[in-house]
């Protein structure tokens, strides 16, 4: 079964919006990610590493101790992460493109971990079953963070801005994404023959200002749009 293309490509300002992107979501993942058990000397895999974003918050996570290798199938998408890591003085982090589940390394992994990924996935339970059985030591962790766009909206209703969320859903399903993958974790762990996840549940609220670190605007000022992002995390104990 063939995964869904990325329906956002890789363009420049697509790895632009990424970043952005990340700067809004970043405090939820450090707590998704240290609430998991992410932590310092760490030797951990990310998985759709895209700019690098995910990478550097975790590479910080587990400090100079530790070790992050970034995985993506986009080689792009890589050379741009590999930029930003050099600019940034990051020793303890490197990126190698291709399928996670295909690739080889030297070492298991203390942590396997991912944002925005299974919601790309044909089948992200083979996908979380594969970098478990291949690259995870026993005692180690699975942590995924996905979105949730079931109760997306404004209030008071902002007429542009639900229907721009409703465009995004329509064009992420057009192109076979999940864009309730959030909903769906806890079957991609019990999929993939795993026990019952830790799961938790963030919700962003923001005012106008907050719509444009969303790349949206509300076309009204005081409303609020609400999005919701779930992580699920499995230790291989």
């Not at 792009?76 to 990126?95: C, E, P």
Request: aromatic content about 8%.
């Amino acid at each position: 079964m063939d995964n869904p293309a990325y329906a956002l490509g890789h363009s420049d300002g697509e790895l632009e919006r990424l970043r952005i992107q990340s700067r809004f979501v970043e405090p939820i993942t450090r707590q998704f990610f240290q609430e998991a058990g992410i932590g310092t000397g760490m030797r951990v895999l990310d998985v759709g590493s895209g700019a690098g974003d995910v990478a550097f918050l975790t590479a910080d996570l587990v400090g100079e101790t530790g070790e992050v290798i970034g995985t993506d199938k986009a080689a792009a998408a890589l050379t741009t992460a590999r930029q930003r890591a050099a600019a940034k003085g990051l020793h303890n982090v490197s990126f190698q493109a291709g399928d996670p589940t295909e690739l080889t390394f030297d070492r298991p992994f203390d942590a396997v971990v991912g944002r925005y990924v299974l919601l790309f996935q044909a089948d992200p339970a083979a996908m979380v079953r594969a970098l478990m059985k291949q690259h995870l030591r026993p005692g180690g962790l699975i942590v995924f963070q996905e979105p949730d766009w079931t109760n997306v909206r404004s209030f008071p209703p902002a007429p542009s801005y639900d229907r721009c969320c409703q465009w995004i859903v329509e064009a992420f399903r057009g192109a076979g994404s999940d864009t309730n993958a959030a909903n769906n974790l806890y079957t991609a762990f019990a999929g993939a023959g795993l026990p019952s996840p830790q799961m938790r549940m963030q919700t962003f609220v923001g005012g106008s200002a907050g719509c444009t670190s969303l790349g949206a605007s509300s076309g009204r000022a005081g409303s609020q749009p609400f999005t919701h992002d779930g992580a699920a995390r499995y230790s291989n104990s």
